[in-house]
């Protein structure tokens, strides 16, 4: 497999440590996760710090002069000569003492993940400068498992780095943890480590292709790393349909899309078989994986269009969750389809108003070749109903539209079906990675009514992110489908490490939820918000 280094943690270890004797942990640094009203004079600290009786921690402060910081999110105090400690250094990090996220409502359970995300990018950015090789996380205020298992992932989602193309240790992202200790006061707190690393090689792997060039991550480079993937695993298999083959089975508007580049179109298809029975329906997974859109012939403006790498991070989710299916082996059949193909003008190009005839034999009138993405997803639905899944859901940087409805916060969700659209959002307040349902009636239909064709693949002056939405369901026939808009929660505009993994937590969610049911139905059904 092509190589990344996003993913930098390799090991995790849980250790029953007492608040009270953290100061015997031998480590690069001691991070204290410690809860008080962070007032600039020491004394406060110490009065606060004293209610969990920490005297290494009291002695500490006294003995030296207050200099805390804050960043915009957490205040922290690094101490870089942590006297009478094993420890090489001490950095406190203000938390909340309210933490529960066992049995809190999705709102408090999203805050909860929000200020720990905030607390490892603040660990991460104080020890990134100073070698902190291995770290020892104590938090005195975890009361539940799930507390544990969240600050885990927030550490090793944060510890993450591009640095793929950086020739100089000077120009790097630095970040030097290798190694993570996490101290509980009982044992019944310890996270299930395993679980943690698995999701974290799966979130990378979403963030390292996502964050890779186009002139690397080709359609072909694609299809290589969903065969070098199930070269490691004999749960999974993978077969790339080529271009030709693309051709001759019919897909017409998949292969379109790609005819102005000079990167062959393919489909990588793979199936992971992890239920007792390798013949149960699965689920499938279709993730747009536009490796670069220009926006065809229909061109895009050129301020903001270095940021079409990430439209192919639908396929991106996909080849991620099929990474941690393989660790995390669950007892569930998951097929993973990614739509891939480069958009480019070219003489070759399709035109508006090129009338394309898609794999289910309905025809579409193109309106615009920037509405490139359902033309690749409508044929691969159309392709994935042939495996009789219990459920197609398609995943894709799809509009423009879904950023100025949704923004960054929630992504964007349509289904013909009642039940599994509930299910995904539960999924999503599960994870705090949440999507929002968006209607799909029968009045919205309207704007895809085309003079010459069955259809258009945009319509004007309409809402696009639900006219999207409506053009697909029309290739999902009796198959529960549904579909994530992800183009305002996939990736963060003009920051550094910008693609964020989303969906990949909703979906990891709904598949564990599915695997431990072993029985999921979804009729396709009205959906009534």
Partial sequence: MPAHTGAVVVKIDVRNIPFSEAHLCKTDC???????????????????????KPDWLIEQIKALPFNGQENTK??????????????????????????????????????IRQSLAHIADTICTQLSNVNAKH??????????????????????????????????????????????????EYNELAPNTELALAIHRGKSMTRDLANLPGNICTPSYFAQCAEALAATSPLLTTKV????????????????VGQGSAQPTCMPVMHYRGALDPSKPGIVLIGKGITFDTGGITLKQPPGMQNMIYDMCGGATVMGIMTALTELRLPIN????????????????????????????????????DAEGRLVLCDAITYAQQFNPAAIIDIATLTGAHIVSLGSHASGLMSNSQLLSDALIAAGEQSSDRAWAMPIWDEY????????????????????????????????????????????????????????????????????????????RWPVSPVLY
Wanted: net charge negative.
């Fill in 30 to 52: 001691l991070v204290a996760l410690v809860d008080f009203d962070w007032l600039y004079t020491a004394p406060a600290i110490t009065e606060q710090l004293a209610i969990y």
């Fill in 74 to 111: 957490s205040k922290y105090l690094l101490i870089s000569e942590a006297f009478t400690l094993k420890a090489k250094r001490l950095l406190l990090v203000n938390t909340n003492r309210n933490n529960n996220l066992a049995n809190c409502p999705a709102e408090t359970a999203s805050n």
């Fill in 135 to 184: 770290i020892c996380v104590v938090a005195p205020f975890a009361t539940d498992s799930a507390y544990t298992q969240a600050l885990i992932d927030a550490l090793l989602f944060a510890s993450y780095r591009f640095n793929d193309f950086k020739t100089t240790a000077q120009n790097a992202n630095p970040v030097s943890i290798k190694a993570i200790t996490l101290g509980v």
């Fill in 241 to 256: 349909l080529d271009e030709a083959t693309l051709t001759d089975m019919g897909m017409g508007a998949y292969v379109a």
């Fill in 334 to 369: 998951v097929i993973g389809i990614i739509a891939t193909a480069e958009n480019m003008p070219d003489g070759n190009a399709f035109r508006p108003g090129d009338i394309l005839t898609t794999l289910s034999g309905q025809t579409v009138e193109v309106i615009s070749t």
């Fill in 445 to 520: 239909q309207e704007p895809l009514d085309s003079f010459a064709a069955d259809m258009r693949n945009s319509g004007s002056n309409s809402p696009g992110m639900i006219t999207a939405g409506c053009f697909l369901s029309r290739f999902a026939g009796k198959t529960p489908w549904a579909h994530l808009d992800i183009a305002g929660t996939s990736f963060q505009y003009g920051k550094g490490n910008s693609a964020t993994s989303r969906p990949f937590s909703l979906l990891l969610a709904f598949l564990t939820q599915c695997s431990e049911t072993c029985e999921y």
